[in-house]
């Protein structure tokens, strides 16, 4: 299995611009969560899914941020419009249900201009 | 809401001697899985070991140990035998049953000097 796998790795963008985040989760998994880390907040949760349902999005931090999951393999993130304070890396993380350990993705590092 | 404590900004070991990363939780579930995490500076968060609560038994990974103490709601990770890819920042994370989501503690940077 080749893992969570993110895109793109990199992200620099001009504030006002949108930003699409990417995300494929491993097959199988029922559980998909998106964190957001910074050196000030440290992890943190913004939304999770299961079986491509939003079970919790208390972690968004406000209307920019959007995210769907329109199948069992694939998810979005989406900042519109992006800010400078959104500049961090964002993880996207599946899971099976209960007692497992989430798998990460290797991140994206989103820089706003 | 379950709160993750590591106290430890930053700890350093010898290459080849014994470290132990503490960390605390809040929680007032009976059942629940701890975690440790470790994040090198590629930033890939990696697996290191896992506990499940109902579990008096520490889990041991190789040269990775815990030391969970459930009343004291203790969680500690020992690192044997230290190697300089040991260095890494190191998240605790605490994972509900009951929601399964997981909280992640602020992290200790381990240095590992030759």
């Known amino acids: 299995d080749a893992g969570v796998i993110q895109s793109p790795r990199h992200e620099v963008t001009e504030m006002g611009q949108e930003v699409t985040l990417r995300c494929k989760p491993i097959?199988?998994?029922?559980?998909l969560f998106w964190y957001r880390q910074t050196m000030m907040r440290g992890l943190e949760l913004l939304i999770y899914?299961?079986?491509?349902?939003?079970?919790?999005d208390s972690g968004m931090p406000e209307d920019r941020f959007s995210a769907k999951m329109p199948n069992a393999s694939f998810s979005t993130l989406k900042i519109q419009p992006s800010e400078p304070r959104d500049s961090a890396v964002y993880f996207c993380?599946?899971?099976?249900?209960?007692?497992?350990?989430?798998?990460f993705g290797s991140g994206t590092r989103l820089t706003v201009v | 809401a379950q709160t993750v404590t590591q106290s430890q900004p930053e700890m350093s070991v010898q290459e080849a001697e014994t470290v132990t990363l503490s960390c605390t939780y809040d929680?007032?579930?009976?059942?629940?899985?701890l975690f440790w995490y470790k994040q090198p500076p590629s930033r890939q968060m990696i697996l290191v070991i896992r506990?499940?609560?109902?579990?008096?038994q520490n889990a041991t990974e190789n040269r990775f140990s815990v030391n969970f103490q459930k009343a004291a709601k203790s969680f500690s990770l020992k690192i044997s035998d230290s190697q300089l890819g040991d260095a890494a920042m190191y998240f605790c994370?605490?994972?509900?049953?009951?929601?399964?989501?997981?909280?992640f503690g602020a992290g200790t940077r381990l240095t590992v000097k030759p």
């Open positions: 993380a599946s899971s099976l249900t209960g007692r497992s350990g989430y798998t």
């Open positions: 097959s199988g998994h029922d559980y």
């Open positions: 899914f299961n079986n491509n349902v939003p079970i919790d």
């Open positions: 929680t007032s579930e009976s059942d629940y899985y």
């Open positions: 506990q499940e609560a109902y579990k008096q």
């Open positions: 994370a605490y994972r509900s049953v009951n929601n399964n989501d997981m909280r």
